[in-house]
């Protein structure tokens, strides 16, 4: 049997080859390796596909970064966030000297329970940071209500969800703003580092530009504490190559996801990712969740199969933040339950098959039974 990668990037590339080289070679005979047009363009697009004023940086952690900055969130403030979180949330929330409190999970979807969130806000309360983790958006309708009722921020993390729906609306345009990521396993990826802000209010994007290139409104005029945190001119050339192919490798992920789903359904002891009614998956990541997760994962990982855990521990779980969150989980056993298996766009539907046969002979088998 041959091997199955959780996330093999080089098949992409090898398929996109001559239009990389040709994207390359478009930005090799311009001069603008910074600040080129297809930066411009790409923001434009952005704006165009959400309904918002979208500016683009250098990364996913740092948009959620100038995000807060651009609130002017800071020394004292508190901020609630899932503890089920890609390490950056707390890290930009910590950098820019607030709390982390962190929320309640839903154990079905590993999203935070946004019906236990009213009881979490205190007078220093400021934003809440919901994480679309895996592709599927948190039921934002109660911290819309959380937010009018006491004027907090909502800035949506969308690494995960470019793509994903909930009532027919995109992530990233439901709060004050969103955060996206384009490293290059993402849904929308870069084949580097990139990220976007994206604001409901053009004011808000017109600051987080200005941070993110040193404080400029126009070239030397500097006007307020800056950065740099822009996103290549290369970058921006191979997202807008990627944008064209976006649909036709949404519909592969939704295939291949499909295909997990019916064939793991007879499995009965296993949990299949679930999706709430309202949501459009973006099939970012396909997590099944089994008492058995770590024999399970040796088992495929013994047959060439790989597999991820996101993530291994929650924010509360990690020493050096322990001493600067507010912890009001009530701890969580999630992150011993999940693993996530192999999707991506150029999977094959045989390997997907592979994966479950594997499963299936693993709760087979006497061991677990
Ligand atoms: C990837 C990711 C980020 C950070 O993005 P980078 O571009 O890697 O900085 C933030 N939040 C979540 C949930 C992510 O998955």
Redesign the pocket.
Known sequence: MSKIPFHDLSRALKEMQPQYLEVMSQVLSGDSLIHGKQVSTLEQKLSEHLGRSVVTCA??????EIILEVYEIGVGDEVILSPL??V??AEAVIRAGAIPVLAPLDERTGLIDSTRLSSLITKRTKAIIP???YGQMVPMQPILDLAEEHQLIIIE?C??AFGAKQKGELAGTCGHAA?Y???PT?NLGALG???AMAFADPLKAQIAKEIANHGQSKRDVHQRLGRNSRLDTLQAAFLLENLKHFDDWQAKRKSLSDRYRKLLANISTLTLPYIHLNNESNHHLFVIQTAHRDALKLYLNDLGIQTAI?YPKTLDQMPHLKQTTRDLTGGSSICDRILSLPLYPYLKEAEVDQVYEAIRAFFDSSSVR
């Open positions: 990364n996913g952690s740092d948009a959620l979180t890609w950056s949330n994480v679309h983790l993390d690494a995960q955060a990521s384009f490293y993402k580092d990139g990220g996101h």
